[in-house]
């Protein structure tokens, strides 16, 4: 697996969440970046012992799980907005 896997699996896993509770992840919403960084740390921190294996030998760390998280929430704004038109 590579960095890129990993990274496309964090944000399909994000955007799932952020499809589940989109009132809570407005663009306007003056928590969004606090609930973007606290999920990808919730994703950090309930890795099994093999995924934190595969990001040890990947390079990964929890600055990666929260830009990729934040990136998905700029698709998921991207894509809910253009449901509402």
């Not at 896997?5 to 407005?26: H, M, R, W």
């Not at 919403?29 to 606290?38: C, I, K, Q, Y």
């Not at 919730?42 to 990001?55: F, L, N």
């Amino acid at each position: 697996m590579s960095k890129k896997n990993v990274k496309q699996e964090i944000q399909q896993l994000a955007i799932g969440n952020y499809k589940s509770f989109p009132d809570e992840y407005t663009e306007s919403g003056a928590n969004t970046d606090t609930l973007t960084v606290s999920l990808a740390k919730g994703y950090w921190d309930s890795r099994s012992e093999k995924e934190v294996s595969r990001d040890e030998r990947l390079g990964i760390n929890l600055d990666d799980y929260t830009q990729w998280t934040k990136e998905a929430f700029a698709e998921f704004i991207k894509e809910y907005e253009g449901s509402l038109n």
